[in-house]
C-alpha cells in the first residue's frame, strides 16, 4: 500500500526539539515533508506576508532530518508548501507542532501552531495542531506517540471541511496521562499587563508579562481537562459569525 | 453628560488616511484616544509581541491629530493601551480602522484590524472593526459617518460580551449605498500561490499573489452584500469550537 503524505510544520521554527521528535515518530508510516518558519514564531496568530518576499532554504539539520525552512510565518510555510513546493501532490495530512507550550483557551487566538493548520483545513488538508502544555518539560515522546495514533484515525475517518483538531498534551510521564478527552475551547483569559522598564540608555520600553487567569469550571474545556492531566481534543473551525447575536441585532435599524 | 472615551486603533497605522477620518468623526461626540501600530501591519492575523520589547512614542502628525504609535502589530496596540496607558480608565467602546480593503470571508482570520477589535473584544470593552472595501477609493467619509452612528447605537444598547461587530463599506460614493445588511462570515476563500522570482544577485524568492474565489451564492454573506452595495455588520466571536464536530468525536475510541 502506498504510504499517506504527510506535511509537519510548526511555530517554533524547524530547528526545535518538538517538530523533529514528531518528523521521527510519523516518518515510522508515513512519506513526510517539512516545511517550517527557520526561526521561532510564537504568538503570531494568523500572519500572512503579503508585503514583502519570502526566502526558502532547503535545510539539512542532519543527515536524518531535513526540511524546508521558510523566512516566514508558520501560515506561510503551509501556504508555500501547498501552493507551491508540493504543488500537484495530495496531501493527506497536515500536522503542526509539536508546540513547547499548550494551546488552549484563548491562547489559541494567539497560536502559530494552530494557524499553521488551520491554513491546512482552509486549503483543503485535514490538520491536526499538537502542543505540550509545558515550556521546560522537554519529553515530546508521548505527544508524538499520541500523534501518530490520532493521524492514522483521521487519515481513515477523515475530518470535516473547514474543521481541524487542536491537541494539548499534558506535560507528564506517560503512565501518568489520565486518557483522552474531547473538550470545547476554554474561556479562560490572560492577566496581563507591560512591565515599564528603562534601556542603558535611559529610554523607555514595555514588555508583556502575566499569567492564565483560569475562568473555567471543569474537564469538558481544554485547559482543564490538560490541567488534570488528560489529553485534550478539540474540534477548531474558522466561521468565526456568532450566529446568536446575528439573528439579535437583524432587529437593530441603522441607517447611514 | 460625560462624553464617552473612545480608544481607536488599526492596523494600517497611525499616519494612514482611514484612522485620522474616522477620529474626525468619533472626536464630535466623544473623548478619543488613538493608540496604533507606527507603521502598516496587513494581514498580520492576531499576533502579539511577547518575546520582544515594545516601544511607544507620542505621535504628532499635526497639531489636530496625535496619539501614541507604538512599534508593535494591532493587538499590541490594544492590549497597551487598556493594560498600561489608559489603566484605571473605563473604556466605553473601541474602534478599529478605518482600513484601507475589505475584511470578509476568510480575510477575518488574516485581519490586523479585526484582530485589534477581538483584542478589545477579549479585554471586555464593546469593539467594532470598520474597512472600506478597496484598495485604491480614498474617500473614508461614508465609513467613518457610519462608524459614528453604528457607535452611538452601541454605546446605548451594548453588545454580548465576547461578539465584536465586523463592519465593511463598499467603495461606492454614499449616494449610491442601498442600505445596511447583518450578515454572516462569508465562505469564500482565497485562490493563491507564490509567484517565483529571482533577485538581482540571481537568488530565488517568492511572492503571494491571487484573488478571492467567490463561493457564495447571497447578500446573507459579508463579501456579497458589499459587492452588491450593502454597508456589512457581521457579529463576529472567538469561541472557536466546532461544537457540532464535538459531537460526533466523542465516539471515537482513541488512547494513549
Redesign the interface.
Known sequence: MKKPLILISNDDGIESDGIRTLWREIRKFAEVVVVAPHT?Q??????????N????RKNLIDKNFYGFAVEG?P?DSV??AV??LL?GRKIDLLLSGINHGSNTA?N???SGTV?AA?EGT?LGIPSIAVSLASYTFNDFS?SA??AA??SK?VLK?G??K??L?NVNVPAVK?EK?K??L????GKS?WD???E??L?PNK??????TGKMKILDKNNSCDEIAVNENY?S??????????????E???S?K???
Open positions: 521561532q510564537s504568538a503570531v496568530g494568523h500572519a500572512v506576508t503579503v508585503s518576499p519570502i526566502r526558502v510565518s501560515a501556504k508555500l501552493r507551491n504543488k484563548i489559541i487566538i494567539y494557524s488551520t482552509i508521548a506517540v499520541f495514533k490520532l484515525y475517518k475530518l470535516p473547514g474543521t483538531l506517560k496521562i486518557g483522552v474531547m473538550t470545547m475551547q483569559v496581563d499587563h507591560y515599564s522598564r534601556d529610554r523607555e520600553y514595555f514588555w508583556l489529553i481534543v478539540t474540534p477548531v473551525h474558522y466561521d468565526l459569525t456568532d450566529y446568536v447575536t446575528l439579535k441585532i437583524k437593530w441603522i441607517k447611514l
